[in-house]
């Protein structure tokens, strides 16, 4: 069983940055993949980021690459993801997720936090 809990979500301008975390507590000592989705109402889920257990494979939604930064800190069990340029249409609710397993692009993973609001204004 592994938690996870969001933080970081806010009220940003556009063009501006955000720092999102997530910290996984419970059975954290498996090499689990990371993830960031996100969903807007009306919209469907949308993958934004991963990142392999050792950080050294990532992806990224096309809505958000050259924008979005995924990482980890496995020693704090952390992952974060920085926010840049932000845009109206990034606002969402954002989830990580934690998977035992390589980290995926695809709604595959075993658990999820409960989600943090991101709201960029015009």
């Known amino acids: 069983q592994v938690q996870l809990a969001e933080s970081g979500g806010g009220l940003v301008q556009a063009g501006g940055s955000l720092r999102l975390s997530c910290a996984a507590s419970?059975?954290?000592?498996?090499?689990?993949?990371m993830g960031w989705f996100r969903q807007a109402p009306g919209k469907e889920r949308e993958f934004v980021a991963a990142i392999s257990w050792g950080g050294t494979v990532t992806y990224y939604g096309d809505s958000v690459k050259g924008r979005f930064t995924i990482s980890r800190d496995n020693a704090k069990n952390t992952v974060y993801l920085q926010m840049n340029s932000l845009k109206p249409e990034d606002t969402a609710v954002y989830y990580c997720?934690?998977?035992?397993?390589?980290?995926?692009?695809?709604?595959?993973?075993?658990?999820w936090g409960q989600g943090t609001q991101v709201t960029v204004s015009s």
């Open positions: 419970g059975r954290t000592f498996g090499r689990y993949a």
């Open positions: 997720a934690a998977r035992f397993g390589p980290a995926t692009e695809r709604s595959e993973y075993d658990y």
